[in-house]
């Protein structure tokens, strides 16, 4: 059963914007800190934006102030907003869940950004 489930990726033009979008089917979402990762081909699998359960955002230098996680406990779901996308932004995202011990993983969507 697939506990988290991406959408809103996809194909925009350098400068676009783009908004992700993680449901979590799981029970006691709001203790769950909830990540976003990257990983451009090639390259590692990146931490990118972090919401805990209380609310507190950290973000990768290589995107503050230009994305924005939020998350939504009452419809269990989580988001990233990207704004001034960049080509070096172009990856597969995932959706990463977080709570006492358990790590859950989403299927990963693509971004393509191009100039």
């Known amino acids: 059963q697939v506990q988290l489930v991406e959408s809103g990726g996809g194909l925009v033009q350098a400068g676009g914007s783009l908004r992700l979008s993680c449901v979590a089917r799981?029970?006691?979402?709001?203790?769950?800190?909830m990540n976003w990762y990257r990983q451009a081909p090639g390259n590692a699998r990146e931490l990118m934006a972090t919401i805990t359960g209380a609310g507190s955002t950290v973000y990768a230098d290589a995107v503050k102030g230009r994305f924005t996680t939020s998350r939504d406990n009452a419809v269990k779901t989580v988001y990233l907003q990207m704004n001034n996308l960049k080509p070096e932004d172009t990856a597969v995202y995932y959706c990463?869940?977080?709570?006492?011990?358990?790590?859950?993983w989403g299927q990963g969507i693509a971004v393509t950004v191009t100039s």
């Open positions: 799981v029970p006691g979402f709001s203790a769950y800190d």
């Open positions: 990463n869940a977080v709570s006492l011990g358990r790590t859950l």
